[in-house]
Nanobody
């Protein structure tokens, strides 16, 4: 009914940049809050950034000033611009989106994850 497809990951050198995308498709009426999480090998999944339906943003201290979350409501897409990347940013990144479907159900959806590797 609803699918989230994450993309944009890859291998980048320290100090480099990547932009992740999370595109929602299906029976979507509206996208509410959205966020990005990440999980490094051997660690628990951690919250990275969040954006409300009104565009207000919050960030984990570890990425504040380097990452920017944004959304394009017309495209049902959420982005994560990552600058000044560090090796400790290496992880699988997941988008998480609250979506109201056309049959008036509100659900919490996860993307499939995209690998980000920061290494020289």
């Amino acid at each position: 009914q609803v699918q989230l497809v994450g993309s944009g990951g890859g291998l980048v050198q320290p100090g480099g940049s990547l932009r992740l995308s999370c595109a929602a498709s299906g029976s979507i009426f509206s996208i509410n809050a959205a966020g990005w999480f990440r999980q490094a090998p051997g660690k628990q999944r951690e919250w990275v950034a969040r954006i409300t339906s009104g565009g207000h943003t919050n960030y984990a201290d570890s990425v504040k000033g380097r990452f920017t979350i944004s959304r394009d409501n017309a495209k049902n897409t959420v982005y994560l611009q990552m600058n000044s990347l560090k090796p400790e940013d290496t992880a699988v990144y997941y988008c998480n989106v609250a979506i109201q479907t056309t049959d008036w159900r509100l659900g919490d959806y996860w993307g499939q994850g995209t690998q980000v590797t920061v290494s020289s």
